[in-house]
């Protein structure tokens, strides 16, 4: 029987922010994520989701632990990582075209310009957005905009994907398409993902293992293996015993007492403002590069 091997280490990570008498956003955080695995993370509002996933990518340095991407320690972003944010309406530039913002970051990776168009045409096939290559993001619904995000992610084929709540900016409808789109493009492409949710259901649905995190600061308390096969269905899959059973238990281990609340919405307030610095900073960066 061959080992399946580690894609993602994360051990003893942890943020503060502001220094000795800061915010503590997350705390000793270890766990692991095999290779071709899709696992989601998923914690009570304001408990330091989307700061972990920064430091594991390397857009903000941790202030403890270590992160390795296929055994090599994580400083700085990482060029076969790429990172997929809820804010799809800031992640793409508007003055490009769609198969334009799906080429960018294929620029500094040396390929020539027919290389570029057929990996962005490609990937773009596979989000069901073909048809959609000489359009602009504005021209766009939501929903297909975040599908251009998820193609732009797949064209660089990272060794690893994160996804910081990408679907939550979304309608209903559409959001179980896109989690569909996922699973579909993730078996395609023999994808290692990282999804960070605050959504039970769809951190079930999607995963093949579950980390549940405590309330700020982060730690883990649960890693939950998810027995729901390869082949889900958003109705089939949904009404089985196994997926209400393991709802309930997520839901339980999950549970904050309301005095926790008012806390849990600082903590988020302060977490929001310093992610939203940092997506600014390097939204500036690129659109810089994209004049140059």
């Known amino acids: 029987m061959t080992e399946t091997k580690t894609m993602l280490e994360v051990s003893g990570l942890g943020h503060r922010y502001g220094g000795g008498g800061g915010h503590q956003a997350i705390a000793d955080l270890t766990f692991q994520v095999r290779t071709g695995e899709l696992a989601c993370i998923v914690g009570p509002s304001g408990c330091g989701k989307s700061t972990m996933l920064r430091s594991i990518s390397g857009l903000i340095k941790p202030t403890a632990g270590d992160v390795r ?16 944010f809820q804010d799809y309406s800031r992640s793409l530039f508007p003055w490009l075209s769609v198969r334009s913002n799906v080429e960018f970051p294929l620029r500094s990776r040396g390929l020539s310009k027919a290389e570029r168009r057929s990996r962005a045409d490609e990937v773009l096939e596979w989000v069901g957005l073909g048809a959609a290559a000489k359009k602009y993001p504005w021209q766009l619904s939501g929903g297909m905009q975040q599908r ?43 994808s290692t993902v990282l999804l960070v949710t605050h959504d039970i259901d769809e951190s079930i649905y999607l995963a093949d293992r579950v980390f549940v995190l405590s309330k700020s600061p982060a730690s883990i308390v649960a890693d939950l293996e998810i027995p729901l096969g390869d082949e889900r269905d958003q109705i089939t899959t949904r009404e089985s015993e196994t997926f209400v059973h393991l709802r309930s238990e997520v839901a339980r281990l999950l549970d904050v007492r309301s005095a926790q609340a008012p806390a849990a919405a600082a903590a988020e307030t302060i977490e929001k ?14 659109k810089a590069d994209a004049h140059n």
């Not at 991407?69 to 997929?84: E, I, S």
Request: some cysteine; overall charge negative.
């Open 69 to 84: 991407l296929g055994g090599a320690p994580v400083n700085g972003v990482p060029t076969d990582l790429a990172v997929v």
């Open 148 to 190: 251009v995000s998820i193609a732009r992610a797949l064209a660089c084929r990272p060794s690893l994907l994160l996804m910081d709540e990408p679907f939550a900016s979304v309608d209903a409808q559409t959001r179980f398409e896109l989690e569909d789109l996922l699973l579909r493009v993730r078996k395609q492409f023999d």
């Open 273 to 286: 403002s310093t992610v939203d610095d940092t997506t600014k900073q390097l939204a500036e960066a690129e």
